[in-house]
């Protein structure tokens, strides 16, 4: 995978560059995969169901709406996450357990930690088009992220 910075040099009309607002949380800061997209609000039962799965090759972005209210994604979920391959996560939303994700051989990105977790009502909605950090993602976009930050394109690139 090239840097962020470099896909942007080289792809300048392909690519959407999410606003800088996420903080790095992840055993890794750089990854890449297809989106798997969720939408939800202060609630992980689908995000924990989808981690559940192969992710190899994907990164799950989940639009939290932004929420402060808790955490979406705890140590748990992400060793679950690294467990079953996920490239990475992109949380609208906050995370727990910081020391618990980083020892993950995965990447998270997502706004900031909260020590509260989050409700369990089988809330949210899978496969849809998610617009945040002034970008929209859709389901199966491909997702470049690093420390530099998030690219999205319709198509993989060729590097």
Same mark, same amino acid.
């Given at each position: ?6 896909i942007?040099?080289?792809y ?13 949380f992840?055993g890794?800061t750089a990854?890449?995969g ?5 939408k ?15 992710g190899?090759?994907k990164v799950l ?6 929420s402060?209210?808790?955490?979406l994604l705890?140590?748990?979920l992400?060793?679950?996450a &690294? $467990? ?8 609208? *939303?906050? !995370?727990r357990?910081?020391l ?12 900031a ?12 909605e ?6 945040f950090?002034d970008i929209s993602? &859709? $389901?199966?976009d491909?997702?470049?992220a690093d420390?530099? *930050?998030? !690219?999205v394109?319709?198509?993989?690139l060729?590097f």
């Amino acid at each position: 995978m090239l840097p962020t910075a470099d896909i942007c040099d080289k792809y300048p009309k392909d690519i959407l560059v999410a606003k800088p607002i996420f903080k790095d949380f992840g055993g890794r800061t750089a990854f890449f995969g297809q989106a798997v997209t969720l939408k939800t609000f202060d609630d992980n039962t689908k995000l924990k169901s989808i981690l559940e799965t192969n992710g190899t090759n994907k990164v799950l972005v989940v639009d939290g709406e932004g929420s402060m209210n808790c955490a979406l994604l705890g140590g748990n979920l992400a060793s679950i996450a &690294s $467990e079953n391959n996920w490239s990475g996560i992109i949380i609208n *939303g906050c !995370v727990r357990d910081q020391l618990e994700i980083i020892v993950e051989n995965i990447g998270v990105k997502a706004l900031a930690a909260h020590p509260k977790k989050s409700k369990k009502n089988d809330g949210g909605e899978y496969k849809v088009t998610l617009n945040f950090a002034d970008i929209s993602i &859709s $389901e199966d976009d491909y997702i470049y992220a690093d420390e530099d *930050g998030i !690219v999205v394109t319709k198509k993989k690139l060729k590097f």
